[in-house]
């Protein structure tokens, strides 16, 4: 070259400290643009290699650091994506999917401060609906509906849209009204008892075996009542008899 048979060649020189401070101008400006990628700042990053490209626009570096803002902003997106489709699966109820489209997020993008809180969060959540859920399970078996409302209410408080939460809750009223309509047929078939009415009063007994098979004070006064009305039907016939035979 210019420059090595003639050290002081003036023109050689100057190209190769042009050509020098490109090169370093252009390292300055990729790393500026790493340090705005790792920060996720993509639109900053673009600019820092704008700002330098035009030095040397085939300086393989470029292209690959080009590849890395396009790939990291459409992951970057990706998970804005998979962030809204789980804060929307969590308000639909859906638990599990939200933390699977969390999970999604943290697959391609382990360090994702975002999703990763999210995520630990949503698991907290959903571990606290799904032992007040299994509680009131537990307290209904028992016919403990306030207590099982109970339960059910602190669910409720951190998911409402939960779909056991609302399955529970609609098996609770039914029971709750279940029980207030055992204890207005009870109450009716003890007032025509003390009628001596036995028919009505069998019949309201019927009613609420109808309603709980098992009811062991119903079971017991339908066995009672029938022998009291057999036993007065077996009267009405005696004396029907005796009337005709006198």
Do not use: C, Y
Not at 47 to 52: I, K, N, Q, Y
Not at 75 to 94: F, H, I, P, V, Y
Not at 212 to 239: D, F, H, I, N, T
Request: avoid cysteine; hydrophobic fraction near 45%.
């Amino acid at each position: 070259s210019a420059l090595a048979l003639d050290p002081g060649h003036e023109a050689a020189l100057a190209k190769r400290t042009r050509m020098v401070e490109g090169r370093d101008r252009i390292i300055v400006g990729l790393k500026e643009a790493s340090a705005f990628l790792e920060k996720k700042q993509f639109e900053s990053a673009a600019a820092a290699l704008s700002e330098v490209r035009g030095i040397n626009e085939k300086f393989p570096p470029f292209r690959e650091m080009d590849a890395a803002v396009a790939s990291r902003r459409e992951n970057a997106w990706k998970a804005d994506q998979l962030l809204a489709r789980a804060r929307e699966q969590w308000t639909g109820g859906d638990m599990d999917g939200a933390l699977g489209s969390l999970s999604d997020i943290l697959t391609t993008d382990p360090e994702h401060a975002g999703a990763r809180a999210a995520r630990q969060q949503t698991a907290q959540a959903r571990e606290v609906v799904l032992k007040n859920v299994d509680q009131a399970r537990a307290f209904l078996a028992k016919d403990q509906t306030d207590e099982a409302l109970a339960a059910l209410g602190r669910a409720k408080g951190v998911n409402p849209a939960d779909a056991p939460v609302r399955e529970l809750e609609a098996a609770v009223a039914d029971r709750k009204n279940r029980a207030g309509r055992l204890r207005d047929l009870a109450a009716k078939a003890r007032q025509d008892m003390a009628k001596g009415d036995l028919d009505a009063a069998l019949g309201g007994v019927e009613s609420i075996l109808a309603l709980e098979p098992s009811e062991a004070w119903a079971k017991s006064e339908r066995v009672r009542l029938s022998g009291l009305r057999e036993e007065a039907r077996g009267a009405m016939r005696l004396a029907d008899g005796l009337a005709s035979s006198g």
